[in-house]
């Protein structure tokens, strides 16, 4: 079944630490992103890419970094310049506007 | 700030009543779309709706588009316990990058007391 795959579904940081999120679809989808999700708060976007090699800052991209050296993987790097780095984090793809398709998530905390 | 407004923000109602979560953006949207989050899990795509004063119809859920494409509703009749979750509205707007993205609304949580 096509879908996306993302890993781990929980992950603890220490202070200061960096950790990266995994997110592998194949669903042949060009567009790829990121989205964090806070407590009674909507999803706010990270880092987008429409294309391998490629990709664009969102709304919050402060204290993030990405790669997109394949079509099918799009990694987040969560950095220690994130001061509030816990949170739910969703991964995304699609072809067009038309109906993201969404992973599972990563629940992030930091310890 | 933020874009996109919903209300309300939480709505508890007894099995059977029905349902309304509006959603109202600051600026036309060529199209809106609606997601489904269960607890614990993830956004799934509903439906897209891109003329306006667009209706359609999921079984017991009704989508509406305004005439000004400023905002949208969904409207579930008679709700059922397998309802419970957060409804989000999303429309595409410019972000920091270079292209429009969807922007999310906050959601409307909504529990169905049985």
């Known amino acids: ?111 | 700030g933020q874009q996109v407004m919903q209300i309300p923000q939480y709505q508890h109602v007894q099995e059977g009543e029905d349902f309304t979560t509006y959603c109202n953006s600051s600026t036309t949207l060529s199209n809106i779309q609606w997601y489904k989050q269960r607890p614990g899990g993830h956004p799934v795509f509903l439906i897209q709706l891109v003329k306006s004063g667009e209706v359609k119809k999921q079984k017991r859920l009704t989508f509406q588009f305004g005439e000004a494409k400023k905002n949208s509703s969904l409207h579930i009749t008679a709700t059922q316990t397998t309802d419970v979750g957060t409804y989000f509205c999303a429309g595409p707007y410019l972000s920091s990058g270079s292209a429009r993205q969807l922007t999310f609304g906050s959601g409307t949580q909504l529990t169905v007391l049985p």
């Open chain 1, 1 to 111: 079944d096509g879908g996306i795959t993302q890993s781990p579904k929980y992950l603890f940081r220490k202070e200061g630490q960096n950790v990266t999120l995994s997110c592998e679809q194949n669903l042949n989808h060009d567009a790829m992103y990121w989205y964090r999700q806070d407590p009674g708060q909507g999803l706010r976007l990270i880092y987008y890419s429409q294309i391998v090699n490629d990709f664009q800052k969102g709304d919050i991209a402060e204290g993030y970094s990405v790669s997109r050296e394949k079509k099918e993987s799009f990694p987040l790097t969560v950095t220690s310049a994130q001061k509030n780095p816990t949170a739910f984090y969703l991964c995304a793809s699609s072809n067009s506007y038309y109906g993201y398709t969404f992973g599972s998530g990563t629940r992030l905390t930091v310890v």
